[in-house]
C-alpha cells in the first residue's frame, strides 16, 4: 500500500469513529432505511436510457426494462414471456406472453410491442453486429394478443441466452418510439421493469421510482438514487456523511471504492459488505493487427504474461476478494473447463522468450530492442478505476524488469471502447462478459468490429478461428460444441492475446439494515426489487 493511500485509510477511519461518536453519519443512514430509499454511487451519468443502443448505464436500465426470457443460476427462466417453445429445427420460437403486464406509460404490453421492438433493434444491423442473433432473425410474427412467433435463417443454441440480455432485446414502450424506431433517440423512457425513472439532473443524479404496478409485485425499496460522484476519496466521504448508503463494485468495470477501504468501513460503522461468487476474468487485450507495434509478435504477448505476478495482484491490489486467473475463462463458466498450458510467472522465462525471439537488451539500457525499434508498448486504462491504475503501475514496473516499456495512458471508458474498437490500442484493460453471457458473448466478440476484431484478426489461425466459431454457434450437438469451444480456446490461449489477470466478482456496501441482498448472473446489474430494509 502507498502512503498516500494509508493516510487516506487512517483518514476515513477516523471519520467513521468521529460519525460513531456524533452520530452523524448513523442517522443519515437510519433516515435512508425508514424511507425506503437506496442512494448509490455510480462514476457516470446515466445517459441515454434508450435499452436499444447502448450508451445508458446497464444497472439502470436493468431495473427500467426487462426481456422476453432471464438468465439464471439454475438456467434459462420465464420474465416477460410465461413459457415458450423451440421447433425440432430449431429455427422457429414461440413465446407465450405474460397477461395484464403495462408499460410505466400506461400501454399494453403484447405481442404488437414485442413485434415493434424486435423490428427496432434489427433495422439498426450495423449498431448491433456483434450480438449474433441479430444476424439470424429472419421475422417476427404475431400470432394473437399474447403469441409472438420469432423465426431464424439458421438455428442458433445461444438464442435464449443473447434474448436474455440487457440489452437490446428489452421492452420500450411503443409510444416512445421515434419515428416508428428507436434508432435515431427515443421520446421516453418507459418499459415494464420494477423501477421507472423519474427525475434526472445529467452529471448529478437519477431518481428512479418504484413501480407500484409492477407484474411481479410492487419493490419494497421505493426509490433508488444513482448519485454521480467522482470514484476513490470523495465517494468515500460521501458514504461517511450519509450523502449515498449504497455502493457496489461494478461500473462497467470501474471500482468505486477500495477494497481495503471498504473493510475498514464495515469493521466501524453500520455497514455491510456482500460479495459475489466469481463473475468474469479481467484481461490485458492485446492487439495483434497494431501495425509495427510489437505487441503484434506472439513473443512480446507471452513475455508480457509470464512478467504479471496474479498472486501479488490478487492479494496486495484486491486484498484476496479477486483470485489469480490462468486462462481466458474460469473452470466453472460452460464449456470452458479445457485444459491449456500454463503460463506462471517467471522473469526470467519472459526474459528467455525475448531474446530468442531477438529482442536484445542494449548495454547499459533498460529496454530492449531489435532492428532499430525499441520495445515499448501503450497501456490503457480507465482513469475512473482505482485498482486498474494499480494494476497497471505494478505492471509496468514487473515488465520494465524484462525490457519491456510500458507507458500509461489513463481514459475514460468511452474513450476506451472507443479504441477498441478502431484499432487504436497496443493493450488495453476490458473483462469477460460475465458468468451469464460467456462463453458464446464474449466468444462472438472475437469477430466484431466493434469489440475483439482488432484483437483477434492479426493471428495467422484467424481464418481457422472465425470459422469455428460461426460452428460452434449454429451446432445442435452438444458434444460438437464441446470440441469446437475446446480448439477456439485453446487457439487463442496459445496466442496470448487476452491475458488474464484475475477472475472478478461484485462487491457490495451496503447498509445493515438492508435485507435481501443477492445477485443476477452478470456483474452489470442487481435485483434491486428484491432489497427490503428490516
Same mark, same amino acid.
Given at each position: 500500500?502507498?502512503?498516500?493511500?494509508?493516510?487516506?485509510?487512517?483518514?476515513?477511519?477516523?471519520?467513521?469513529?468521529?460519525?460513531?461518536?456524533?452520530?452523524?453519519?448513523?442517522?443519515?443512514?437510519?433516515?435512508?432505511?425508514?424511507?425506503?430509499?437506496?442512494?448509490?454511487?455510480?462514476?457516470?451519468?446515466?445517459?441515454?436510457?434508450?435499452?436499444?443502443?447502448?450508451?445508458?448505464?446497464?444497472?439502470?436500465?436493468?431495473?427500467?426494462?426487462?426481456?422476453?426470457?432471464?438468465?439464471?443460476?439454475?438456467?434459462?427462466?420465464?420474465?416477460?414471456?410465461?413459457?415458450?417453445?423451440?421447433?425440432?429445427?430449431?429455427?422457429?420460437?414461440?413465446?407465450?406472453?405474460?397477461?395484464?403486464?403495462?408499460?410505466?406509460?400506461?400501454?399494453?404490453?403484447?405481442?404488437?410491442?414485442?413485434?415493434?421492438?424486435?423490428?427496432?433493434?434489427?433495422?439498426?444491423?450495423?449498431?448491433?453486429?456483434?450480438?449474433?442473433?441479430? &444476424? /439470424? @432473425?429472419?421475422?417476427?410474427?404475431?400470432?394473437?394478443?399474447? #403469441?409472438?412467433? =420469432? *423465426? $431464424?435463417?439458421?438455428?442458433?443454441?445461444?438464442?435464449?441466452?443473447?434474448?436474455?440480455?440487457?440489452?437490446?432485446?428489452?421492452?420500450?414502450?411503443?409510444?416512445?418510439?421515434?419515428?416508428?424506431?428507436?434508432?435515431?433517440?427515443?421520446?421516453?423512457?418507459?418499459?415494464?421493469?420494477?423501477?421507472?425513472?423519474?427525475?434526472?439532473?445529467?452529471?448529478?443524479?437519477?431518481?428512479?421510482?418504484?413501480?407500484?404496478?409492477?407484474?411481479?409485485?410492487?419493490?419494497?425499496? &421505493? /426509490? @433508488?438514487?444513482?448519485?454521480?460522484?467522482?470514484?476513490?476519496? #470523495?465517494?468515500? =466521504? *460521501? $458514504?461517511?456523511?450519509?450523502?449515498?448508503?449504497?455502493?457496489?463494485?461494478?461500473?462497467?468495470?470501474?471500482?468505486?471504492?477500495?477494497?481495503?477501504?471498504?473493510?475498514?468501513?464495515?469493521?466501524?460503522?453500520?455497514?455491510?459488505?456482500?460479495?459475489?461468487?466469481?463473475?468474469?476474468?479481467?484481461?490485458?487485450?492485446?492487439?495483434?493487427?497494431?501495425?509495427?507495434?510489437?505487441?503484434?509478435?506472439?513473443?512480446?504477448?507471452?513475455?508480457?504474461?509470464?512478467?504479471?505476478?496474479?498472486?501479488?495482484?490478487?492479494?496486495?491490489?484486491?486484498?484476496? #476478494?479477486?483470485?489469480? *486467473?490462468?486462462?481466458?475463462?474460469?473452470?466453472?463458466?460452460?464449456?470452458?473447463?479445457?485444459?491449456?498450458?500454463?503460463?506462471?510467472?517467471?522473469?526470467?522465462?519472459?526474459?528467455?522468450?525475448?531474446?530468442?525471439?531477438?529482442?536484445?537488451?542494449?548495454?547499459?539500457?533498460?529496454?530492449?530492442?531489435?532492428?532499430?525499434?525499441?520495445?515499448?508498448?501503450?497501456?490503457?486504462?480507465?482513469?475512473?478505476?482505482?485498482?486498474?491504475?494499480?494494476?497497471?503501475?505494478?505492471?509496468?514496473?514487473?515488465?520494465?524488469?524484462?525490457?519491456?516499456?510500458?507507458?500509461?495512458?489513463?481514459?475514460?471508458?468511452?474513450?476506451?471502447?472507443?479504441?477498441?474498437?478502431?484499432?487504436?490500442?497496443?493493450?488495453?484493460?476490458?473483462?469477460?462478459?460475465?458468468?451469464?453471457?460467456?462463453?458464446?458473448?464474449?466468444?462472438?466478440?472475437?469477430?466484431?468490429?466493434?469489440?475483439?476484431?482488432?484483437?483477434?484478426?492479426?493471428?495467422?489461425?484467424?481464418?481457422?478461428?472465425?470459422?469455428?466459431?460461426?460452428?460452434?454457434?449454429?451446432?445442435?450437438?452438444?458434444?460438437?460444441?464441446?470440441?469446437?469451444?475446446?480448439?477456439?480456446?485453446?487457439?487463442?490461449?496459445?496466442?496470448?492475446?487476452?491475458?488474464?489477470?484475475?477472475?472478478?466478482?461484485?462487491?457490495?456496501?451496503?447498509?445493515?439494515?438492508?435485507?435481501?441482498?443477492?445477485?443476477?448472473?452478470?456483474?452489470?446489474?442487481?435485483?434491486?426489487?428484491?432489497?427490503?430494509?428490516?
Amino acid at each position: 500500500m502507498n502512503n498516500k493511500f494509508a493516510i487516506l485509510i487512517s483518514s476515513l477511519v477516523a471519520l467513521v469513529l468521529l460519525a460513531g461518536c456524533n452520530g452523524g453519519q448513523t442517522e443519515n443512514v437510519k433516515e435512508s432505511a425508514k424511507g425506503t430509499e437506496l442512494i448509490y454511487a455510480t462514476s457516470k451519468d446515466i445517459n441515454d436510457m434508450n435499452p436499444h443502443l447502448y450508451a445508458g448505464s446497464i444497472p439502470a436500465q436493468g431495473i427500467v426494462y426487462e426481456s422476453l426470457v432471464e438468465n439464471t443460476k439454475d438456467g434459462i427462466r420465464p420474465m416477460l414471456a410465461e413459457s415458450w417453445e423451440i421447433s425440432p429445427d430449431g429455427k422457429t420460437y414461440t413465446f407465450h406472453l405474460r397477461k395484464g403486464v403495462q408499460f410505466h406509460d400506461g400501454a399494453p404490453f403484447n405481442a404488437d410491442a414485442v413485434k415493434q421492438n424486435i423490428e427496432a433493434v434489427q433495422s439498426n444491423p450495423s449498431k448491433h453486429s456483434w450480438i449474433k442473433l441479430s &444476424t /439470424k @432473425i429472419v421475422s417476427v410474427d404475431v400470432l394473437d394478443e399474447h #403469441t409472438v412467433q =420469432l *423465426a $431464424l435463417s439458421e438455428a442458433y443454441y445461444p438464442t435464449l441466452l443473447e434474448l436474455a440480455m440487457t440489452r437490446p432485446y428489452a421492452f420500450l414502450s411503443p409510444k416512445d418510439f421515434d419515428n416508428g424506431g428507436t434508432k435515431d433517440g427515443v421520446k421516453g423512457y418507459h418499459g415494464t421493469g420494477p423501477y421507472k425513472l423519474g427525475e434526472h439532473k445529467t452529471d448529478q443524479y437519477a431518481v428512479f421510482e418504484a413501480n407500484e404496478s409492477y407484474w411481479g409485485g410492487a419493490p419494497k425499496v &421505493t /426509490k @433508488i438514487t444513482a448519485k454521480v460522484l467522482p470514484a476513490g476519496e #470523495t465517494t468515500l =466521504l *460521501a $458514504l461517511q456523511k450519509g450523502e449515498v448508503n449504497f455502493i457496489f463494485t461494478d461500473d462497467r468495470g470501474a471500482d468505486s471504492i477500495d477494497v481495503e477501504a471498504m473493510n475498514q468501513l464495515a469493521e466501524t460503522s453500520d455497514y455491510q459488505i456482500v460479495r459475489s461468487e466469481p463473475m468474469n476474468t479481467k484481461m490485458l487485450v492485446a492487439n495483434s493487427s497494431k501495425t509495427g507495434s510489437p505487441i503484434v509478435e506472439k513473443a512480446v504477448r507471452e513475455a508480457l504474461w509470464h512478467a504479471i505476478d496474479r498472486e501479488t495482484i490478487s492479494k496486495q491490489i484486491f486484498s484476496g #476478494t479477486e483470485t489469480p *486467473a490462468d486462462s481466458l475463462f474460469s473452470s466453472n463458466v460452460n464449456y470452458a473447463n479445457v485444459e491449456l498450458k500454463k503460463r506462471g510467472y517467471s522473469l526470467e522465462t519472459a526474459k528467455s522468450i525475448l531474446e530468442q525471439a531477438g529482442w536484445l537488451s542494449d548495454q547499459g539500457g533498460e529496454l530492449r530492442a531489435k532492428a532499430g525499434n525499441r520495445l515499448t508498448l501503450k497501456l490503457y486504462y480507465d482513469a475512473n478505476s482505482n485498482s486498474q491504475k494499480t494494476q497497471a503501475e505494478y505492471i509496468q514496473s514487473t515488465a520494465k524488469q524484462i525490457g519491456i516499456g510500458l507507458e500509461l495512458i489513463g481514459e475514460e471508458s468511452s474513450s476506451i471502447a472507443n479504441r477498441r474498437s478502431t484499432g487504436d490500442y497496443d493493450l488495453l484493460f476490458n473483462q469477460t462478459w460475465g458468468l451469464a453471457y460467456d462463453p458464446q458473448s464474449t466468444i462472438a466478440a472475437f469477430t466484431s468490429e466493434s469489440a475483439y476484431a482488432h484483437t483477434t484478426k492479426g493471428l495467422a489461425k484467424a481464418p481457422e478461428l472465425y470459422k469455428k466459431i460461426e460452428e460452434v454457434m449454429v451446432s445442435a450437438d452438444e458434444e460438437t460444441r464441446k470440441s469446437l469451444y475446446a480448439d477456439i480456446l485453446n487457439l487463442v490461449h496459445d496466442e496470448a492475446v487476452f491475458i488474464p489477470l484475475t477472475n472478478g466478482n461484485v462487491t457490495i456496501v451496503a447498509p445493515k439494515s438492508l435485507q435481501g441482498i443477492s445477485f443476477k448472473q452478470t456483474q452489470y446489474e442487481l435485483p434491486f426489487e428484491q432489497m427490503y430494509f428490516e
